[in-house]
């Protein structure tokens, strides 16, 4: 594929600009250790992606709920009785969850030649939080808020083409997610990066393991982080497939 065709590259922002991981284990760590409890952190995430999917299914409700909600799944699963400040600590966290380090360059580089747009499972004012961290003016900006729904939900990026003017086709879309964002951009025809992040469940990430089919989530590339994007986007023709 010749990405030097794409003038509109739209993000995942959470687990993709922002290291979530970093962000989510603290929290879940204290929870669980308030309660005598410890877990792996692949655990912790597997468990966390299963809550987070089953609070974000319709109907809608803010995120800050969505991560209310995972705490509760915490408790319930571990049989604890979760106090106030807790079931707010996730959420209440958010604004403190900070950009990997290749970030803030990668985007600042990018933004000289593409527009860049944010497809985001997260509420407005929590995204607020975080765009002043990263400091950038993106194109456009669409969140679950915005949406009434969530990704995976097709719903999210349609509105995104449909604000941004532009067809499937010429939209290139970076995230950390199979599950949440290349399958549901892939069946648009949307042109996909996949962010790749280390991680504690490598490959994966803090969210659901995709039962789609293994063309479904094939992206059109794969990057280990945004300062590699970066680079095969500055030299045409070694971004084709996969890698």
Not at 45 to 71: D, G, I, K
Not at 151 to 179: C, G, M, V, W
Not at 211 to 222: F, G, H, N, V, W
């Amino acid at each position: 594929m010749d990405f030097s065709r794409f003038a509109t590259i739209s993000f995942d922002c959470y687990g993709t600009l922002i290291d979530w991981e970093a962000g989510i284990l603290p929290v879940l760590r204290t929870l669980l250790g308030n309660h005598g409890l410890s877990q792996p952190d692949a655990v912790i995430l597997q468990l966390y992606s299963e809550f987070e999917a089953r609070a974000e299914t319709a109907p809608y409700r803010p995120y800050r709920e969505v991560l209310q909600s995972v705490v509760r799944g915490f408790a319930n699963h571990f049989k604890f009785q979760a106090t106030s400040s807790e079931i707010h600590s996730l959420h209440e966290s958010v604004p403190g969850w900070l950009p990997f380090p290749d970030t803030m360059p990668a985007l600042l580089q990018l933004q000289k030649d593409y527009k860049l747009a944010v497809i985001s499972n997260i509420d407005d004012n929590l995204f607020a939080e975080t765009q002043k961290l990263l400091g950038i003016d993106f194109h456009e900006v669409v969140t679950a808020q915005q949406a009434g729904s969530y990704k995976p939900s097709t719903n999210n990026f349609e509105i995104a083409l449909h604000r941004l003017a532009i067809s499937s086709k010429d939209l290139l879309h970076a995230a950390q997610s199979i599950y949440h964002d290349v399958v549901p951009a892939r069946s648009l025809g949307i042109a996909t990066v996949w962010v790749n992040r280390k991680s504690a469940r490598p490959g994966i990430g803090a969210v659901l393991n995709s039962t789609a089919s293994l063309a479904q989530k094939q992206p059109d590339l794969e990057v280990p982080t945004l300062a590699s994007l970066v680079a095969k986007l500055s030299r045409p023709g070694t971004g084709d497939g996969a890698s």
